[in-house]
């Protein structure tokens, strides 16, 4: 599940970002834990974009506050770099610092037609604080994407013309898999900040599953403004205990 709540903190980089223009942004936001009346603050993300050769590089980095730490200790980068045209992807790293175990996942994708494989190299730290290597090829047919780049994807659909029950799907290259993303909207809603705010949003739903339909995590619900740029205003995915619920923070 950790691997969705970083999904969380870049669907509200993407979002927000109506016209993706050439030059260099950064976005702060604040994740919160919750779990019955509790409402704490637990993690932070910063999240940059800057131009490389003819397209992009997409970077987030995120990380638990110090109380979390205990519980959780979390220090997580991912890193795409993506053509300019559609952001397709070229090159994707994950580096995993959790409960002080390292892991790094790095592809690498090149495209023949509708056809996309992604050369996979995994880099695990064992029980025994020795690095693992495993290396395999992820095959999928368009639309691909990795687990950070795929936002732009979600940033076109037309969520206001779906009909009810409609899904949209897109593939994941993500580490040693490919998964599936399926994207529902709920409908309109009218929700409420922590400021007390209300604003009209749609409720959109969020579902990965493996190869056979098996789902690979919780379902992510995403709240996102019917208004221009269509910022995600709240997100909710589910723990073991409690929630992670990422709030949009104005700047």
């Known amino acids: 599940m950790m691997k969705k709540i970083i999904f969380l903190f870049a669907l509200i980089f993407i979002s927000?970002?109506?016209a993706f223009a050439t030059t260099n942004e950064k976005l702060n936001y604040v994740v919160t834990y919750k779990w019955g009346l509790i409402q704490k603050d637990a993690g932070e993300v910063e999240i940059t974009k800057k131009p490389k050769n003819d397209g992009y590089e997409l970077k987030l980095v995120a990380k638990t506050k110090p109380w979390a730490d205990k519980i959780y200790k979390l220090r997580d980068t991912l890193i795409s770099v993506t053509e300019k045209e559609h952001y397709r992807p070229l090159h994707y790293t994950y580096i995993a610092h959790e409960k002080n175990k390292y892991r790094k996942d790095d592809i690498a994708?090149?495209?023949?037609?509708?056809s996309v494989k992604g050369k996979s190299e995994k880099y695990k730290e064992n029980?025994?604080?020795d690095i693992e290597h495993s290396s395999q090829i992820l095959e999928g047919s368009t639309p691909v994407y990795d687990m950070l780049s795929v936002y732009f994807f979600l940033r076109d659909i037309e969520y206001a013309n779906l009909k009810p029950g409609e899904t949209v799907r897109a593939t994941i290259f993500s580490g040693s898999k490919e998964e599936f993303l399926t994207v529902r909207c709920e409908g309109k809603e009218t929700i409420q900040l922590r400021d007390k705010s209300e604003h009209e949003a749609w409720h959109i739903l969020f579902k990965f599953t493996q190869k056979g339909g098996t789902k690979s995590s919780d379902d992510i619900n995403c709240w996102v403004s019917t208004k221009e740029p269509h910022i995600p205003l709240l997100i909710v995915g589910n723990l073991p205990i409690g929630q992670v619920r990422v709030n949009y923070q104005a700047p």
């Open 127 to 129: 029980k025994n604080g």
């Open 109 to 114: 994708f090149t495209y023949t037609g509708n």
């Open 16 to 18: 927000t970002v109506a």
